[in-house]
């Protein structure tokens, strides 16, 4: 069975940082890109990050670019994202999701909830 | 960045109906169009990827039409259990943007 956890998410004040984690199994792990996805509450999906299989490529949303970093290691089928001056508009449930290039977000985490606030 | 809208936002239908939703592209995305459903408090689930091909396990009452900017999902004899909310999603280039949803209810 295909399973994806995350981790991390809790409260944490405006201009804070955050570390989630999501850990895979059930799947080839190393074989895919791994993504970020988050949904404010009662709002739509939005693609926040991902990174190739190697690591070596990444993208962001530009509304996160120079505040979180997202990364992988392959060896603990883990993926990981560093949240760091942290906003208000950053409070959503995270999802990382896995997918193949051109592909879809085949499978998905149950998600963890970041709230940003004072 | 490429922008996608779908429409309708919201749509009332009865079990057995036919429904169709749209989803539009700002620029040509050829057949990189998926469509998840997903139900409150759960995580999103791909129905139709690459424009027009059923997911594995996703019943046949589920179909994607659509190519370059314009796209559509039909659901053939709605079923309770197909009461939620879809988006569209480009997998043309990054970022990987989504359209606003279309939730669906039970008139």
């Known amino acids: 069975e295909v399973q994806l956890v995350e981790s991390g998410g809790g409260l944490v004040q405006p201009g804070g940082s955050l570390r989630l984690s999501c850990t895979g199994s059930g799947f080839t792990f190393s074989s895919y890109w791994m993504s970020w996805v988050r949904q404010a509450p009662g709002k739509g999906l939005e693609w926040v990050a991902n990174?190739?299989?190697?690591?070596?490529?990444?993208n962001y949303l530009d509304s996160v670019k120079g505040r979180f970093i997202i990364s992988r290691d392959n060896a603990k089928n883990s993926l990981y994202l560093q949240m760091d001056s942290l906003r208000g508009e950053d409070t959503a449930i995270y999802y990382c999701?896995?997918?193949?290039?051109?592909?879809?977000?085949?499978?998905w985490g149950q998600g963890t909830l970041v709230t940003v606030s004072s | 960045d490429i922008q996608m809208t779908q429409s309708p936002s919201s749509l009332s239908a009865s079990v057995g109906d036919r429904v169709t939703i749209t989803c539009r592209a700002s620029q040509s995305i050829t057949t990189y169009l998926n469509w998840y459903q997903q139900k409150p408090g759960k995580a999103p689930k791909v129905l139709i990827y690459a424009a027009t091909s059923l997911q594995s396990g996703v019943p046949s009452r589920f179909s994607g039409s659509g190519s370059g900017t314009d796209f559509t999902l039909t659901i053939s004899n709605l079923q309770p259990e197909d009461f939620a909310t879809y988006y569209c999603q480009q997998s043309h280039s990054a970022p990987r943007t989504f359209g606003q949803g279309t939730r669906l209810e039970i008139k």
């Open positions: 990174v190739k299989q190697d690591g070596s490529e990444k």
């Open positions: 999701a896995a997918m193949t290039f051109g592909g879809p977000f085949d499978y």
